[in-house]
Structures are given as C-alpha cells and as structure tokens.
C-alpha cells in the first residue's frame, strides 16, 4: 500500500463537521469513508437514545462506546432482516457496485441481515451525504417493490467515519470483511455471499482498487 497523503484536494466551503440529530457526520473531501446504514428496525429507538444519552457527556471515548454498542447490537439480528433474503442483498450490493468509479471508489462491503457496511473513498466535488442519498433512495425503492411493502426502509442517519491512516484503513477492511463471522453467520470471511471478501476469492475484484486506489 502506498501511504495516504492527508491533503484535503478540491477543499470546499462545505467540508468538515455537521449535525443532523443523533450522529456528528464529517464531510472530508477525498478522505475515504466508513459508513454504516441500518434498517429502521433494526435497533429500538429508545435503547439507542439511552445510549446516546449515557455516552454524551464522555466526549470521543462516549463516542466509541456508542458506535461499539451499536455494532454489538446489530450483529444480533434484531429485526425484520430484510437483507437476510437473497434478492434484496443482491439488489444492494449491485447499487454499491454501481456508483464505483461514477461517484465513490468503493474499496469493501459487506450486506449483513440488517445493515451494510461499505468503505469508500468519494470522488472529486462529491459529497457523503450524497453518496448515502443515493444508495439508500435506491435500494429503499426497490426493496419496497420486491417485498411488496410501504415507508421507510432505512434509518434516517448512516453512520460513518473518516480514515485516518493507514493502520485504521486496514484495520476497517478486516473489521468489514469479518463482520458475517464475528455474527456467527460463516466461518470464513470469503464464505459471506455478498462482501468483497467473496469477491475477492472468486477473482471478481481488483486487488488494485483494495491496496492503492484508495490513495488517490
């Protein structure tokens, strides 16, 4: 891997933090991006807002409890799992694999039960908060329409998480593709059907978009 240079390219006036209820999101130009959508079921509201509640005055250390708690919970299944079904998966990660190269360079996935994880790097004038407009008006549409249903399918807010270094770029891959096998739904990351772990085993992903391009 080449190191990662740290330059904000194309800086824009609507870069950096922002707020739009429960979760700080930060739009960092180029910098790539650990996002997380959940379906609206998927965790009860009032135990993310005790959460929420019990970890806000802890500064960044509250905010690592959030999100550990939150992907614990997750990881339990709770919820109707749409994406558990095959075609529905199959349609969300074929939207992910869509915008590569058109609005993201998209480095890992992994469709979980009741969350996607993905981690990628926008493209240039490209806004975050556009890339998960994009996947989740899309999937939210065409999932209706194949489970024959109405209304809100995703949680409003995604969470996500710039890169900071290399380390952590590696470390969010690892955690992305081992996902399904800390859920206890495979044993080997390549064995979960829609992640780019089985992508990468069955050679249908380039090894240059996992090591290098995210530098770019």
Known sequence: ????????????????????GYIPHFEGGELPQFLTFRLCDSM????????????????QEGQMIFRKRIEKYLDQGYGACWLREDRIAEMVENSLLFHHENKYTLVAWVVMPNH????????ANVELREIAHSIKSYTAHEANKLLHRKGQLWQHEPFDRYIRNQKHFASVIAYIENNPVKAALCEKPE?????????????DWSASVLADDWSR
């Not at 891997?1 to 739009?20: A, E, H, I, P, V």
């Not at 996607?116 to 493209?123: C, N, S, V």
């Open 1 to 20: 891997m080449t190191d990662y240079n740290f330059q904000l390219k194309g800086l824009r006036s609507n870069l950096g933090w922002y707020d739009r």
């Open 44 to 59: 009860p509201q009032e135990v993310l807002e005790r959460w929420r509640v019990e970890t806000s005055a802890l500064g």
């Open 191 to 203: 064995d979960w059907r829609y992640s780019s772990a089985f992508r990468k085993k069955k050679d």
């Open 116 to 123: 996607l994880h993905f981690l990628a790097t926008p493209l």
